[in-house]
T-cell receptor, first 115, second 108 residues
Framework: GAGVSQSPSNKVTEKGKDVELRCDPISGHTALYWYRQSLGQGLEFLIYFQGNSAPDKSGLPSDRFSAERTGGSVSTLTIQRTQQEDSAVYLC?????????????FGPGTRLTVT | AQRVTQPEKLLSVFKGAPVELKCNYSYSGSPELFWYVQYSRQRLQLLLRHISRESIKGFTADLNKGETSFHLKKPFAQEEDSAMYYCALKQGAQKLVFGQGTRLTINP
């Protein structure tokens, strides 16, 4: 079946503009995660959705970042008033609560460049 | 605080040589650890998990609670092992905390 998909694959935006990044998780996966991957910073956790529970937003770096997950499926990560330091690859992952290891399946990422 | 440390950002070894990617963690409970790998132009994917005690692509990793380590090892490196490797610690029900990653390069 289809894996996690993300769109757009690349996004170039001007400093100060808002951007929306989309993630389509694997069908049936109850958990969805957003990460940021940047040089020298590794893989930084941003936010985690699990079913109907309140999301874990502990990794969001500032109030310019927000995310929502509609209908327990598709998620959108929004960055308002983008800054140059927001440039990174944004990864989405999903996992199922079935099984014992909760393997996370990653999407291809969205490369965001803020000019 | 729960943390994963990968002390080497870059590691370069020759083909056929042994390779060890270091991972140390801090966790107060019973840890569950993973290695994820990202090959060039591919998605990040699970390589192995300590709970399964498996060997994948010749790689193994043993959890050492005394040293709080989960180093990834392979006795004979191959060129196709060149990739970015991340060690990860399960936090809570399903969340993962990742290390900063090690870029492994296998020289011919």
């Amino acid at each position: 079946g289809a894996g996690v998909s993300q769109s757009p694959s690349n996004k170039v935006t001007e400093k100060g503009k808002d951007v929306e990044l989309r993630c389509d998780p694997i069908s049936g996966h109850t958990a969805l995660y957003w990460y940021r991957q940047s040089l020298g910073q590794g893989l930084e956790f941003l936010i985690y959705f699990q079913g109907n529970s309140a999301p874990d937003k502990s990794g969001l770096p500032s109030d310019r970042f927000s995310a929502e997950r509609t209908g327990g499926s598709v998620s959108t990560l929004t960055i308002q008033r983008t800054q140059q330091e927001d440039s990174a690859v944004y990864l989405c992952a999903s996992s199922s609560s079935m099984g014992f290891s909760y393997e996370q399946y990653f999407g291809p990422g969205t490369r965001l460049t803020v000019t | 605080a729960q943390r994963v440390t990968q002390p080497e950002k870059l590691l370069s070894v020759f083909k056929g040589a042994p390779v060890e990617l270091k991972c140390n963690y801090s966790y107060s409970g019973s840890p569950e650890l993973f290695w994820y790998v990202q090959y060039s132009r591919q998605r990040l994917q699970l390589l192995l998990r300590h709970i399964s005690r498996e060997s994948i692509k010749g790689f193994t990793a043993d959890l050492n609670k005394g040293e709080t380590s989960f180093h990834l090892k392979k006795p004979f490196a191959q060129e196709e092992d060149s990739a970015m490797y991340y060690c990860a610690l399960k936090q809570g029900a399903q969340k993962l905390v990742f290390g900063q990653g090690t870029r492994l390069t296998i020289n011919p």
